[in-house]
């Protein structure tokens, strides 16, 4: 059974720092593109980063500059580093894979396995 469990969420102040981690099980997911989306209370879910197998990135301008997506195919791990943080922010954070997909810019419908997501609350 495919698996993505998400950690590291939490509630913040603003201008802190929090880590998340993915880690996916049931399959190798090297060769997968890997992306982070989030969905804050009555707003669509939006992606906040992606990376490919090879390690090409792409973020939201929203984040771009304050958060860091990587990966440890190793240890079949991907995380995203968000620094700077906003009351913004605040969002229910969902780690997703796209199998077999190289390319940067995927839509989140080209992805095919999705965590249950992990909240992140900032306070200002």
């Known amino acids: 059974q495919v698996q993505l469990v998400e950690s590291g969420g939490g509630l913040v102040q603003a201008g802190g720092s929090l880590r998340l981690s993915c880690v996916a099980s049931?399959?190798?997911?090297?060769?997968?593109?890997m992306g982070w989306f989030r969905q804050a209370p009555g707003k669509e879910r939006e992606k906040v980063a992606a990376?490919?197998?090879?390690?090409?990135?792409d973020y939201a301008g929203s984040v771009k500059g304050r958060f860091t997506i990587y990966r440890d195919n190793a240890k079949n791990t991907v995380y995203l580093q968000m620094n700077s943080l906003k009351p913004d922010d605040t969002a229910v954070y969902y780690c997703?894979?796209?199998?077999?997909?190289?390319?940067?810019?995927?839509?989140?419908?080209?992805?095919?396995?999705w965590g249950q997501g992990t909240q992140v609350t900032v306070s200002s």
């Open positions: 997703a894979a796209a199998r077999d997909r190289r390319q940067i810019g995927l839509s989140e419908y080209e992805y095919d396995y």
């Open positions: 049931g399959r190798t997911f090297s060769s997968d593109a």
């Open positions: 990376i490919t197998p090879n390690g090409r990135t």
